[in-house]
């Protein structure tokens, strides 16, 4: 006779998400400096050449004196931005949370369906040991050298905002706008010509469920989980698309342009330009893996795809159990584990890669790969407690392999 389950612990599952989106948020914050500060640098090594080429060129006085003293500016604070982004642009910071974000939102789910791990009892406990080890591949990483920002950040109980102040400077502030609206207009350029925008078709978002609730419904399931996730690679997988197609398209016409330019003998020096340009561009798309990230959200919602599928192919006999009519324990266990291996692999894929780029990005030499390798050993190997840590579920008879759906 199984274990009866207990009712939800709504205030261990608010936790776990208040953990969990505070992971996220501080993610996103730190993935949006990081792109910001390396675009900075691409930009000003692109404004440099520019400049020294203009600089070759006969000018008045005047500006010949103004870009000359810019160009002995601009290579220092190149170089400073440059040191201050390998200590500070949080990059690994990025990658380690929202790693722990995808693992907590993991737990979470599989502690909603009530399948293994979480089918007995003392489930509370479980989750409750499986967020501190999730919690705990962070200590001592660059994570906890600054300060993460809250998540309970609405409103205080006298009514004031407690969110974050905008602290830039006027002078950042204003190329940030100039650079989304370049951004906006590009975009909205390139839909007009090529109808890459299309209706908005999202289904029911995770703030319109009650997500302290159970999820034994396996349609609940597929509507919060599977088809929420998978609207969501769809949705990135269309942006990094036209991103890609933009950037490679640049990188295209301007390294024409080069060649045209080097035929010409007064035009040769411009060529410089168009090859920072070029390089400008594609350090872009290597550093955001934009095209890795394509293929990944890809085959990650080809598979949900079919996972559901499979799913809907079963008959109404095969879903449920035809003497108690609840849905049928193990398929209801496949369906959750294919779903859940699916998002967590291509997690796992992503922050593998992200770790090798970064590590490239960041000059490792070869004396510094052993550590570096096992630095990424020790992050899998919490990763991996992360989804099903051993010596905590007592239950001898539990399934030893869940991991298998990766």
Same mark, same amino acid.
């Given at each position: +006779?199984?274990?009866?389950?207990?009712?939800?612990?709504?205030?261990?599952?608010?936790?776990?998400?208040?953990?969990?989106?505070?992971?996220?948020?501080?993610?996103?914050?730190?993935?949006?400096?990081?792109?910001?500060?390396? =675009?900075?640098?691409?930009?000003?090594?692109?404004?440099?050449?520019?400049?020294?080429?203009?600089?070759?060129?006969?000018?008045?006085?005047?500006?010949?004196?103004?870009?000359?003293?810019?160009?002995?500016?601009?290579?220092?604070?190149?170089?400073?931005?440059?040191?201050?982004?390998?200590?500070?642009?949080?990059?690994?910071?990025?990658?380690?949370?929202?790693?722990?974000?995808?693992?907590?939102?993991?737990?979470?789910?599989?502690?909603?369906?009530?399948? !293994?791990?979480?089918?007995?009892? %003392?489930? $509370?406990?479980?989750?409750? !040991?499986?967020?501190?080890?999730?919690?705990?591949?962070? *200590?001592?990483?660059?994570?906890?050298?600054?300060?993460?920002?809250?998540?309970?950040?609405?409103?205080?109980?006298?009514?004031? $905002?407690?969110?974050?102040?905008?602290? +830039?400077?006027?002078?950042?502030? +204003?190329?940030?706008?100039?650079?989304?609206?370049?951004?906006?207009? #590009?975009?909205?350029?390139?839909?007009?010509?090529?109808?890459?925008?299309?209706?908005?078709?999202?289904?029911?978002?995770?703030?319109?469920?009650?997500?302290?609730?159970?999820?034994?419904?396996?349609?609940?399931?597929?509507?919060?989980?599977?088809?929420?996730?998978?609207?969501?690679?769809? *949705?990135?997988?269309?942006?990094?698309?036209?991103?890609?197609?933009?950037?490679?398209?640049?990188?295209?016409?301007?390294?024409?342009?080069?060649?045209?330019?080097?035929?010409?003998?007064?035009?040769?020096?411009?060529?410089?330009?168009?090859?920072?340009?070029?390089?400008?561009?594609?350090?872009?798309?290597?550093?955001?893996?934009?095209?890795?990230?394509?293929?990944?959200?890809?085959?990650?919602?080809?598979?949900?795809?079919?996972?559901?599928?499979?799913?809907?192919?079963? =008959?109404?006999?095969?879903?449920?159990?035809?003497?108690?009519?609840?849905?049928?324990?193990?398929?209801?266990?496949?369906?959750?584990? =294919?779903?859940?291996?699916?998002?967590?692999?291509?997690?796992?894929?992503?922050?593998?890669? #992200?770790? %090798?780029?970064?590590?490239?990005?960041?000059?490792?030499?070869?004396?510094?790969?052993? %550590?570096?390798?096992?630095?990424?050993?020790?992050?899998?190997?919490?990763?991996?407690?992360?989804?099903?840590?051993?010596?905590?579920?007592? %239950?001898?008879?539990?399934?030893?392999?869940?991991?298998?759906?990766?």
């Amino acid at each position: +006779m199984s274990t009866p389950i207990t009712s939800p612990n709504t205030n261990l599952l608010e936790a776990a998400w208040q953990r969990q989106q505070a992971y996220s948020k501080n993610a996103s914050r730190h993935q949006r400096r990081f792109l910001w500060l390396r =675009s900075l640098l691409a930009s000003l090594s692109v404004v440099v050449v520019i400049l020294a080429v203009v600089e070759g060129h006969k000018l008045n006085e005047p500006w010949h004196d103004v870009i000359g003293n810019t160009l002995l500016v601009l290579p220092i604070t190149i170089t400073a931005l440059l040191a201050f982004s390998v200590r500070f642009d949080r990059g690994q910071n990025w990658v380690l949370l929202r790693g722990r974000a995808e693992s907590l939102k993991t737990e979470i789910y599989y502690y909603r369906t009530c399948v !293994k791990p979480y089918e007995k009892k %003392d489930r $509370d406990a479980l989750l409750s !040991k499986r967020i501190q080890y999730i919690s705990d591949g962070i *200590k001592g990483s660059p994570v906890h050298q600054g300060a993460l920002s809250p998540y309970e950040h609405e409103v205080t109980p006298n009514g004031k $905002d407690k969110r974050p102040k905008l602290r +830039m400077g006027i002078v950042i502030l +204003m190329v940030s706008i100039l650079i989304k609206g370049g951004t906006k207009l #590009m975009g909205i350029v390139w839909d007009f010509l090529f109808r890459f925008k299309e209706e908005n078709s999202s289904p029911q978002t995770e703030e319109e469920e009650n997500r302290c609730s159970d999820l034994t419904n396996p349609e609940h399931y597929l509507q919060f989980r599977l088809v929420t996730q998978f609207e969501w690679y769809r *949705k990135q997988s269309k942006t990094l698309a036209q991103q890609l197609q933009i950037f490679q398209t640049s990188v295209y016409i301007f390294g024409g342009v080069g060649t045209l330019l080097a035929a010409f003998e007064t035009s040769r020096s411009w060529v410089a330009v168009t090859t920072a340009l070029v390089g400008a561009f594609t350090n872009y798309l290597e550093v955001k893996r934009i095209e890795a990230s394509l293929v990944g959200y890809n085959q990650a919602a080809d598979t949900l795809y079919d996972i559901r599928a499979w799913w809907y192919s079963l =008959s109404a006999a095969e879903r449920h159990d035809p003497d108690t009519k609840r849905p049928d324990q193990k398929k209801f266990q496949r369906l959750v584990d =294919s779903c859940e291996g699916t998002i967590r692999s291509e997690t796992t894929s992503w922050l593998q890669d #992200m770790q %090798d780029r970064l590590a490239q990005l960041y000059g490792i030499d070869d004396g510094d790969s052993d %550590d570096e390798s096992d630095d990424a050993a020790t992050q899998k190997n919490a990763e991996e407690k992360t989804s099903y840590p051993h010596g905590i579920d007592e %239950d001898k008879n539990a399934d030893p392999d869940n991991e298998s759906v990766d």
